[in-house]
């Protein structure tokens, strides 16, 4: 009995971590194909301007991440977990098989980047609640005291979409495969999440949930009022965890080339080797988190990335293989110590029959608005600058207002436990 009862909570967990894996592959594969696929839906005639048009839609999910967030919230909090994650990734495999039919610039014009900036805040809609609803469905099925190093877990599964992502663009770099394969990655992705439906089929609701207060159909707003300082501070959380992975991960393969001798599948390898190391860190992470605590890892992580900031990025000028390398290190690991214990620290922020629709709205509002647009607003700022260090200049300030946070929250976690 108890081998089979701990085969079905097994179960649930992967049931929960195969979306999440399945959603950070389609967006590290947008943003890792950035370079590569944007000459083929806007005009090559001006690459850099292309690539930064492609980068812009990235933060597009601002517009419909936050409807699938209240959608799927909504339906998570009042129907059950289960149900909600069921539907968001049936939609997400559709649509990221879909993106693999889209037709190219050359042959439709201007209704290629129309055609995928649609595709892309359909996919944003109906991922906006998978993430974090996974992260809740497997945390809500842990034990208290494991939750740090189980969040850090499912971390380590958004590296592994993000790796396959990674590793794929790579291969496919190094034998000038793009144009061709690219197209493949997205098929790909859409199959792979069908095992998960299956999963997801034979799930149940955690005892925590199912004990919850009673479930009312509550207004958004008003749910939105009630929890508005835990909902201001998970935005600005989640949006410096995803501004450090966007700079590490996304806009370094772009920019690197821009300011060194690199080329991008040079760039592209560097890349898939920090993502094994970013995976490999987070459950370590987790375990610190549950051994010195989970705010003051944060802090910790947060204040050391604003210090940082600048001479990092001025360090990137025509710089070497190894000091790139070094660089990128240094930002992921400060990334991944922050965000190890992220799921565990946002549950505690909010009670269970609110969760699912504030932590998405809030890890929605957060990426989009702060995180997403790191890219394009970094390149646009080294544009009209010229200067190596501009980056920094965006993590020194999210960097602060994290700090800022964390200690807040931290404060008044001490004054709790000391009354």
Sequence with gaps: MGLYFGYTICMKK????????????????????????ACLFFDAQDPVSALILTYCMLPLGIVSRPLGALFFGRIGDLYGRRQALFYSLLGMAVVTAGIGFLPLYREVGWW?????????????????GETTGGAIFVLEHTVAQKRSFMSSVFDASSMFGILMASGLVAWLSSYELIEVGWRALY?????TALFGIYLRLRGTESREFVQSEPRVNTRWIDMVRKHKKALGA?????????????????????????????TKPEVMKINTLLLVADMLLLPFFGWVAERFGKEKLMLVAAVCATATALP?????????????????????????AFAAPYHAWTLEQVPPEARYTI?????????????????????????QTGWCFSPGIYLL?????????????QKKTIEAKEL
Excluded: E
């Design 397 to 409: 300030m999210i960097g602060c207002a994290a700090s800022v946070v964390i200690y807040q929250q």
């Design 112 to 128: 290629a980047p129309v055609c995928l900036a649609g595709a892309r805040l359909l996919q944003g809609f109906l991922a906006a």
């Design 312 to 336: 990092l990025f001025s360090l990137l000028d025509h710089s070497s293989w190894g000091t790139v390398t070094a660089i990128r290190l240094m930002i992921i690991t400060l990334g991944v």
């Design 187 to 191: 098929w790909g992705g859409g199959v």
């Design 14 to 37: 992967l049931s929960g971590l195969i979306g999440n894996i399945l959603d950070h592959y389609d967006s590290a594969l947008f943003g890792l194909l950035a370079p590569f696929i």
């Design 359 to 383: 932590l998405s709205l809030g890890r929605t509002l957060g990426s989009q608005l702060i995180g997403a647009p790191t890219a394009a607003l970094c390149l646009w700022l080294y544009q």
């Design 234 to 262: 998970i935005v600005v959380v989640s949006g410096f965890t995803y501004t450090t992975y966007a700079l590490s991960v996304t806009l370094m393969n772009g920019y690197v080339p821009l300011v060194t001798t690199l």
